[in-house]
Every structure is written in structure tokens, then in C-alpha cells.
């Protein structure tokens, strides 16, 4: 269990964060400048807060009306930053034995060689960083901050720096290694939605150094709580509504138009409407909240359309797949009840 509340005061930012962990693998996501390093750093012990507890499992790291700051290099955290920071006068061997210098020489030779074994990194154990690929390297800053068995891994966009295909792939590796090795808490953070999506069990939300939502990343993804919370996940259609319950449905109006909202989706103080862009369809006719549209623009990616349509009421911005889009006139644009969520400001 990983406890968080802190506060930290800048000329020009307030760091406000209040979460509690049980396990598994979390993703933090927020617009830049939103104080996701600072919580890492804080909890690294790299940062001290103005105030604040932060606890993992029974160890309290900092507490300040105790005056407790426990300095970073005795609280056993792996923390693994953008650029990893491997020594670049120092081999792949020496990198990764570089924070065991007090363990006897032979179990420091057996875990190191282990670990090159295990990050497939065998024969480069007397290469320096430069020779090796960016890919390369970054196994090789996993298997250093790995080695000393921290109670807490902390992942700063740790892939930031690999292009596309190597990104995907070291990923993968990266995880899957994870799972083998390590059981604690794993905290990330990443710019990248589809990588949280992938690779993260839970998700926490900032904004302007708060947390403003935290959940499993299913809910996060599907059901974002507030207007900030669906901006972050990406939701490109959000739309100032007022909500009338009628029972076993809410009717919520958008600009003149009225939109059907399944009852178990009222919230409380809702003003606003959303609908990610993929859930969006087009269909011949429909009970209820479909409308005619006008195609203002169709922008081609690898495998869909971004298209912006104009309705009477609303623009709207949909994701759509090939086929869709070889089909789409003449048909209604429909958004589906069970995918329409409702937020507050
Ligand atoms: N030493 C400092 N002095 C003054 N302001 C600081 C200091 N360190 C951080 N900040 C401010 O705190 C805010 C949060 O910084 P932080 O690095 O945590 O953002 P972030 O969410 O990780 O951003 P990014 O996604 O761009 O890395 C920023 O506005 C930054 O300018």
C-alpha cells in the first residue's frame, strides 16, 4: 500500500496530491507542468514536501508533523527517469553493480551476470552506453534500478526517448519482465493514452496538481468523472447540457437538441455531456439521438478518418473505420445512449 498526501507550495504552482495505492501497476496522466514528476520525486525522496505524509506499507517515508524525511538513498525505491541516466564512463556491468558497492564481490558478480542473462544483454557485460542501442540501454537502466530489489518502482515516461517500433517492443519486454520479477507497486507516468491503456491496471488523473480522479482504467477511460477528466482521456467531444431526470432515463439538452442518457448514468451537478470520438455511429434511422449531419473535414490515418461533422446543434468530432466511412452518406450520425457520459465542471 502506497499512501500519498503532500503539499508543496512554488511561486507558481501548488502540488495538492492526495492518493492511496493497493497494488499492481498505475498510471498517472495530466497535461504538462501538472506536478507528475514532483509526486515521484517526492516519494523517491528527491523532493521534500512542505507538508504531508507518504507512507509505503508500514515505512513512513516523510511525515512532517512527526519531522520525519527519510533521505532517498534509505528508502529502496527504483526510480527510472526519461533519459536513463546510465554512467557513461562506466560499462553495462559496472551501470548495473553501481548501487550494490556494499555487497561481498561474488554475490554482486552472480546477480549482475544474472540480470544481463535475464535482460538478454549477454557478452555486452564490457560495452558502454554509447555502443549500445537506445532499446539496449534502457534494459540495461530496468536492470540496474531492478537489482537492488526495490520495495517501489517509479517510471518517468520511461520510453520517451525510442522511436515508434522499438518503443512497442521494449514495452512489451519491458512488462512482461516485470511481471516476472517484480510484485510492488509500480508507478508511471506517461503523455501516451494507448500505453496507459495497455499497460497499467489503474489510472490517476491531475490537473494543476491535484488529483482529480483515480480508478481502475476502464472506468477512468470510459467514464471520466469531470471536464478535466474526459479532456485527459482524450474525449474531443464535450458539450454544456442541462439534465432531466425522467425516471428510467435522463433527457439531457444540448444546444436545442435532446439526447436520451440511460438513468444509471446520472450524476450529481452534471452540466456537461461527453462521448469519445470512436464510440460515435452512423446509422439509417434511430429512436433517439441521432441527427442529420454536413462533413466540415475528413483527415486520413493509417487506418481511420478523423472527421468533423456540423449537426443543427452540435459539432462533433468522430473517429471513423474505412468501412464506415465508405458508407457514411446519406446515413444519420447516432450516439449510442450507453456511451454518452455525463460530467461536472
Ligand atoms: N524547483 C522548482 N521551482 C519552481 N517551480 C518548480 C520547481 N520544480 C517544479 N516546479 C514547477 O512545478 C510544476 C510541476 O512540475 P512537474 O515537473 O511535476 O510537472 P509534470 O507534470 O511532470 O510535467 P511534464 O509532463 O512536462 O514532465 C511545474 O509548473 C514546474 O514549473
Not at 506499507?57 to 526519461?82: C, E, T, W
Not at 540480470?115 to 537506445?134: A, D, F, R, V
Not at 536492470?143 to 522511436?163: C, G, H, M, Y
Amino acid at each position: 500500500m502506497l499512501y500519498v498526501a503532500i503539499k508543496k507550495t512554488f511561486p507558481h504552482f501548488q502540488l495538492d496530491a492526495h492518493f492511496t495505492i493497493q497494488n499492481g501497476i498505475v498510471g498517472i496522466l495530466g497535461a504538462s507542468g501538472c506536478g507528475k514528476s514532483l509526486t515521484l520525486q517526492s516519494i523517491a525522496g528527491l523532493q521534500q514536501p512542505d507538508e504531508g505524509i507518504i507512507q509505503l506499507h508500514d515505512r513512513l517515508f516523510f511525515h512532517s508533523d512527526k519531522r520525519i524525511h527519510v533521505p532517498a538513498r534509505h528508502r529502496n525505491v527504483g526510480y527510472m527517469f526519461q533519459h536513463y541516466a546510465l554512467f557513461p564512463h562506466l560499462t553495462v556491468y559496472e551501470n548495473i553493480a553501481f548501487g550494490l558497492k556494499k555487497w561481498p564481490k561474488k554475490k554482486v558478480q552472480h546477480t549482475v551476470l544474472n540480470m544481463i542473462e535475464n535482460i538478454g544483454l549477454k557478452g555486452y557485460e564490457h560495452h558502454y552506453p554509447h555502443q549500445l542501442s537506445g532499446g539496449q540501454q534502457q534494459r540495461v537502466a530496468l536492470a540496474r534500478t531492478l537489482v537492488t530489489k526495490p520495495s517501489i518502482l517509479l517510471l518517468d515516461e520511461p520510453f520517451s526517448a525510442l522511436d515508434h517500433h522499438t518503443k512497442q517492443v521494449m514495452e512489451q519486454q519491458f512488462f512482461s519482465y516485470l511481471q516476472q520479477h517484480f510484485s510492488g507497486i509500480v508507478l508511471f507516468v506517461t503523455h501516451h493514452l494507448e500505453e496507459a491503456y495497455r499497460l497499467c491496471d489503474e489510472l490517476i488523473l491531475y490537473d494543476r496538481g491535484r488529483v482529480i480522479q483515480q480508478g481502475k482504467k476502464e472506468c477512468v477511460f470510459h467514464e471520466p468523472d469531470n471536464v478535466q477528466a474526459a479532456k485527459i482521456v482524450g474525449c474531443k467531444n464535450i458539450f454544456p447540457c442541462t439534465v432531466d431526470d425522467r425516471g428510467k432515463q435522463l433527457v439531457c439538452s444540448v444546444n436545442g437538441a435532446s439526447l436520451i442518457v440511460p438513468a444509471h448514468k446520472k450524476k450529481n451537478k452534471a452540466t456537461h455531456m461527453g462521448i469519445h470520438s470512436h464510440h460515435i455511429r452512423f446509422v439509417d434511422e434511430a429512436t433517439c439521438n441521432a441527427f442529420s449531419f454536413q462533413i466540415i473535414r475528413a483527415v486520413p490515418n493509417v487506418y481511420t478518418y478523423d472527421v468533423t461533422l456540423q449537426t443543427d446543434h452540435f459539432t462533433l468530432q468522430a473517429s471513423v473505420s474505412e468501412e464506415q466511412w465508405k458508407h457514411i452518406h446519406n446515413k444519420k450520425v447516432y450516439l449510442p445512449p450507453e456511451h454518452l457520459f455525463l460530467l461536472f465542471e
